[in-house]
């Protein structure tokens, strides 16, 4: 993979930066904090019943992005303009998104809002394999590990601040919106899924106005269709062509999970073993985005001057070494010190792992390559999960569970030794200063 004749300008870095503080209030709202517990609470009406719903339909999400991103990121390496693709799926994801306006307090909705969140995921999921495949082609490789870990660290800080404006302007305020919503049928709830689809659509468009699309390959959607999905099977007929691809794939499709099962149960954990309120965890929660962004973006120096593979394999050694006495904590001061210096290790760990990705991919195959990044994890996604709650069940302790997830930290750090990365390719201002 060779530089681009020019670095990105900044306005293309920050608009690029810009898409993932957009998109992170799809999954702060909706499939997180907001929208997913009055789906249980208000919708269903049982929590039990409505969590089992919701995840139900998000394993049928899972599915579908399984299916859908290694193809469609095929198809769009040979049409070349990823663009198309992002904006198609991006309004479908924010036309969904807003559509969950419409879910009143009434389990006759649940069916309505479960096709809703199955349909927008979808979208959501796709169109970020088409965002972080567009890393390759607007970066040289002495700037992936920057411009991923910006990219990054903005979108923590976009979650939370959507989610503090949801929370404190809607939700929780004793006039919501000024007034303008009323409080019948849980307006105010449902309203911010109005307020995420509009942040999304809205912090979008720099990315479509001003970041450099891959030139047209001058296929039609057809052809390119019927060769792309010829080169994937050619690839899955082919890994030991890409052992290690491979072998990273898998890696961080363990680590990934670990951390993905840590934010879906680490409020369950918190409250269970700490008796921490909604308030508290809420508050944990906005703290918890603060120490990964500020994370995120300071390793994304160590990623270009060290390595991806270092940046991630300290990442899971921060991980791990947070992790274990996180577990025997017994007192709420040391769980907040110890958890949030677990936060810290989250976003480099993430950042690096799509830099590492975009590093390995072989030329003109980012799409291909990020649809199967996609893939491998969520073929490992349920784990992290099913481990969290056999371990809690045999041992009937949510601790236990957490162990678990530290083990998968423990097998991703194992594994990442075994990945080879491409030797750094020194920035053009380096070239030119070793010039004679």
């Not at 517990?37 to 208000?42: E, L, T």
Request: proline fraction near 6%; charged fraction near 10%; aromatic fraction near 14%.
């Amino acid at each position: 993979m060779s530089d681009p004749i020019e670095a990105p300008s900044r306005r293309a870095i920050a608009s690029w930066c810009l898409y993932d503080w957009a998109n992170s209030s799809y999954n702060t709202i909706v499939t997180t904090f907001v929208f997913s517990v009055y789906f249980a609470r208000g919708v269903v009406g049982d929590e039990v019943a409505g969590a089992s719903r919701w995840s139900a339909a998000l394993t049928v999400a899972g599915l579908l992005i399984a299916l859908l991103s290694p193809v469609l990121g095929a198809i769009a390496d040979r049409t070349g303009r990823r663009k198309p693709w992002m904006a198609l799926f991006t309004v479908t994801t924010v036309l969904f998104c807003a559509a969950l306006w419409w879910v009143k307090p009434d389990p006759s909705y649940a069916l309505f809002a479960l096709v809703c969140v199955v349909l927008g995921t979808v979208a959501f999921e796709l169109a970020n394999v088409f965002y972080n495949a567009s890393l390759t082609g607007l970066a040289p490789p002495s700037m992936l590990g920057r411009l991923s870990g910006w990219g990054w660290g903005v979108g923590y800080f976009g979650g939370l601040v959507c989610l503090v404006i949801a929370l404190f302007v809607f939700v929780k305020s004793p006039a919501p919106l000024f007034g303008l919503l009323g409080t019948a049928e849980q307006a105010p709830v449902r309203a911010t899924a109005l307020l995420a689809a509009a942040w999304y659509g809205l912090f979008a468009l720099p990315f479509f106005l001003w970041v450099p699309d891959a030139p047209p390959t001058g296929l039609g959607i057809g052809q390119a269709a019927r060769e792309g999905v010829a080169m994937l099977r050619r690839t899955l007929a082919e890994t030991r062509k890409y052992k290690n691809v491979v072998r990273f794939l898998v890696a961080s499709a363990f680590y990934r999970d670990a951390i993905n099962t840590i934010t879906a149960f680490g409020g369950i954990f918190a409250a269970h073993a700490f008796g921490m309120t909604f308030e508290e965890i809420v508050m944990f929660a906005i703290a918890l985005n603060v120490v990964a962004g500020i994370g995120a973006i300071a390793f994304a120096w160590v990623d270009d001057r060290a390595g991806a593979k270092p940046t991630i394999l300290i990442s899971l050694l921060g991980l791990i070494t947070f992790g274990v006495p996180l577990l025997l904590a017994t007192d709420k001061l040391w769980f907040w010190i110890l958890a949030l210096g677990l936060g810290a290790f989250f976003g480099p760990a993430q950042a690096a792992g799509r830099s590492m990705m975009a590093r390995l991919a072989p030329q003109g195959m980012a799409g291909e390559m990020f649809g199967l990044y996609s893939l491998t994890g969520r073929m490992v996604g349920f784990l992290g999960p099913l481990a969290f709650g056999l371990a809690t069940q045999a041992f009937e302790s949510q601790r236990a569970g957490m162990a678990s997830v530290v083990a998968f930290f423990v097998v991703g750090f194992g594994l990442m030794l075994t990945v080879r990365e491409p030797a750094p390719t020194p920035s053009p201002a380096a070239r030119q200063s070793a010039a004679p």
